[in-house]
Each structure stands twice: as structure tokens, then as C-alpha cells.
């Protein structure tokens, strides 16, 4: 049995810094790198992919909307041909680097309000799956687990990998329950490492009302941005690997 650790890094921008990403790439196997435009420069963007090349950690896109101010968490009305290139686009950036550095684009996950967004917007999911494979079909898309968007990539052959929170209460329906809500982030790591090893090898978990959820875990998400995001991380790393567990990049198992 085998499941990716992803954490989205490379958020800082400027003076300003955010996140662990030294501390905690050093128990993930999968990073997804910010490309601009919710956050990340190019300062930030190639220091982070040199960081992952050192720690042998796999890089992805995780491009989002055009929205510093609310760090792409604000939901946005775009056109399927605004999304497509936008997309596109941000790919571009983060290849630039990745290719200065020797190393191959792993994957794309988009971020925040946009992730949530194509969940229920089936032709901006389109579009945005279409914009990736615009730029290399090879790619994996990471989306979350058993929604649509990862119906219309595989209708489409690209290989995609179902992605499961490490730290986020579900709603009955698979969906997360918005930040906004009570109980919608999960902080201590006993109670999260459970919730993995249910996602992981009992194939669902208990949503917020209790009831039972199938889910299917090809990568877990652990937040870079968490106050306690190092120690979380460390935490599921050795208790996946304790339950027999191989934590490797999603390229080692997603074909």
C-alpha cells in the first residue's frame, strides 16, 4: 500500500513569509510550489523548488486565482477560456523554474476558492483540466477524492490523484466543511493520524455528522501554514509508515 504526503508551499511573497516549508518538506513527498498569483514570487518560487531538489521532495504547480489581497481564497467568476489560459499560465511560470533546476513537473492542484470552485463548476473544471494538459497531458491533476473534476480528467486520460485532508472535517456529501464553519479544521494529531490511517486503509471516514464517507486516498494534504503543520507532518509520516505503510511521490504509483 502506497499514498503521497503534499503540503502547499512557496507561499511567502516579498517580505513577507509564510509557512514551514524548510521544516516540514523535510516528512512530505510531494510539494505543490504557489505560482504568482495567490501568492509566491520568483524569488520564493525558486528557492523553493532548490529546497525541494535538495530534500527530494517532487514539485507541482498549484496555481489559483489572480487574488494576493485574499490569498486566492476569495471566489472569482471567470470564464472556461479566462480559466484555460490563466492556468496555463501559471504552469509556465513554475516550469521555468523546475526546468532551471533539473527537474521534472510533477503535478498540478489548483488552490483554494478555485479548488473548491471546480467541484461544483463542471465547466470551469474543464477548462482548468484542459488548460494543464494544454501544457503536457503527462501531468498528474490532484483533486479531491471521488469529486467530479477527477471523473472529467479521467473521461479526458489524465491521470489523476484523489486527494484527502489531513486536518479538514468532511461534509455528508465528500465535501470540506468551509473554514468559516465550526470544528471545519481538525488540530489535534492523534485524532488526524486516525483520521488517515481510516482514510488510507479503511478506504472513508466519518463525516461531521457522523455519517460514514467513502474516499479514496492516492495523496493526503497536509497544511504548510498550520501553526503545528511540522509536527503534524512528522506524526503521520511514522504512523503510516508504522501501519506498513509506503509514503512516496504520487509519479511512483499513478500511471
Known amino acids: 500500500m502506497r499514498v503521497d504526503l503534499n503540503s502547499d508551499l512557496g507561499e511567502s511573497f516579498g517580505r513577507y513569509k509564510l509557512g514551514l516549508d524548510e521544516e516540514v518538506m523535510n516528512y512530505i513527498t510531494s510539494a505543490n510550489v504557489a505560482t504568482g498569483w495567490h501568492a509566491g514570487d520568483p524569488l520564493v518560487m525558486r528557492k523553493t523548488v532548490r529546497l525541494a531538489k535538495e530534500k527530494g521532495v517532487a514539485v507541482g504547480a498549484h496555481p489559483g486565482y489572480p487574488d494576493l489581497m485574499g490569498f486566492g481564497r476569495r471566489y472569482m467568476k471567470l470564464t472556461p477560456e479566462e480559466a484555460r489560459n490563466y492556468i496555463l499560465y501559471q504552469i509556465g511560470a513554475l516550469y521555468a523554474f523546475t526546468k532551471a533546476e533539473g527537474l521534472e513537473l510533477q503535478h498540478v492542484k489548483p488552490h483554494g476558492a478555485l479548488y473548491n470552485a471546480l467541484v461544483k463548476e463542471e465547466d470551469l473544471a474543464r477548462a482548468v483540466i ?7 497531458k503527462k501531468l498528474i491533476f490532484v483533486t479531491l477524492s471521488g ?15 484523489h486527494e484527502v485532508f489531513a486536518d479538514r472535517a468532511y461534509n455528508p456529501d465528500g465535501t470540506l466543511v468551509p473554514r468559516s464553519k465550526p470544528n ?18 479503511d478506504g472513508g471516514v466519518r463525516a461531521i455528522n457522523g455519517e460514514w464517507i467513502e474516499l479514496k486516498a ?10 503545528k503543520a511540522v509536527e503534524i507532518a512528522r506524526h503521520i509520516r511514522e504512523v503510516l509508515e508504522r501501519e506498513g505503510v509506503k509514503v512516496v511521490p504520487m509519479k511512483a504509483f499513478i500511471r
Open 218 to 227: 492516492d495523496t493526503i494534504c497536509v497544511h504548510g501554514d498550520n501553526p
Open 130 to 136: 484542459e488548460g494543464m494538459a494544454d501544457f503536457d
Open 147 to 161: 469529486s467530479r473534476p477527477a471523473q472529467i480528467a479521467e473521461e479526458m486520460g489524465v491521470k489523476v490523484a
Open 184 to 201: 471545519a479544521v481538525i488540530h489535534d494529531k492523534e485524532e488526524i493520524a486516525e483520521r488517515v490511517i481510516s482514510m488510507v486503509k
